[in-house]
């Protein structure tokens, strides 16, 4: 049986006529957890909205393979569909929209199936207590006087919730305090299983602290220059990047 579920091959990515991305090749399978760490500038983000065909980006070289199907060039909203989930960095604020039913229209376009309200209530409950999150949130308006911690932990609870093949999270441990990144953590492990993947996009090593990672992949000038396991994740965070500047 095949495990892989994405792969990327030499994708080459401008942003404004600039070239961010300069030859990114990586594959994820079924199971894994993997880190993409880099510098501010590296091109960390610009790899997580590649995936995502976000049209501010062009990609010029290379493709997305996803389950077999190369997905470069479809439709952002066709690819939510297809299970890919990103969380974002700065979530947007909706007002006159509850949390709740952003997560239940959410949750209709991606399965095609009418969603139960009360059945869909509860489960959303048991997330937000598993999420330390006040469950009187389910009906106010997304993220409309959040704090930054419980708008990072409204992105994992529409992971949960809307249970995608790929999770892309993008610096979801930034700005949170311990507390909080352990909780977003947990949430991660509650989400992974043998037939998803998890993709973190960060630049420091703080969320590794409790949640353990199959791969971290190095990211520096819009290259991946180098790979290894959680121990790399270490290194970097004792050392810095220097060593793997590009000079």
């Known amino acids: ?12 990515v401008n942003a404004s006529e600039k070239e961010i991305l300069k030859g990114i090749n990586l594959k994820i399978n079924k199971g894994e957890i993997h ?7 590296s091109g960390k983000s610009t790899t997580a909205n590649a995936i995502l065909n976000n049209p501010e980006y062009t990609k010029t070289q290379g493709s997305i393979v996803y389950e077999g199907e190369d997905i470069s060039n479809l439709k952002t909203d066709e690819i939510a569909r297809k299970g890919i989930f990103m969380s974002f960095q700065l979530p947007e604020e909706i007002p006159g929209i509850s949390v709740t039913n952003f997560l239940k229209y959410a949750k209709n376009k991606i399965t095609g199936e ?15 207590e598993e999420l330390n999150m006040n469950p009187k949130y389910m009906e106010r308006s997304l993220n409309v006087g959040f704090s930054g911690g419980e708008k990072k932990k409204n992105e994992i609870l529409q992971m949960l919730v809307l249970n995608p093949k790929l999770a892309i999270l993008d610096e979801t441990d930034s700005g949170l305090d311990v507390d909080a990144i352990r909780t977003v953590s947990k949430g991660i492990e509650m989400f992974k299983n043998d037939e998803n ?3 973190i996009i960060t630049h ?3 969320i590794l602290h409790s949640l353990k990672v199959d791969y971290v992949h190095v990211l520096v000038d819009g290259k991946i220059v180098t790979t290894g396991g959680q121990d790399l994740a270490t290194e970097i965070e004792n050392e810095g990047y220097g060593k793997y500047k590009i000079l």
């Open 204 to 206: 420091n090593n703080k």
């Open 197 to 199: 993947a998890v993709l």
């Open 114 to 128: 009418p969603v139960k309200i009360f059945k869909f209530k509860e489960e959303l409950k048991k997330y937000m």
């Open 35 to 41: 880190v993409i760490m880099g510098p501010n500038g």
């Open 1 to 12: 049986m095949n495990k892989t579920l994405i792969e990327i091959k030499d994708l080459h």
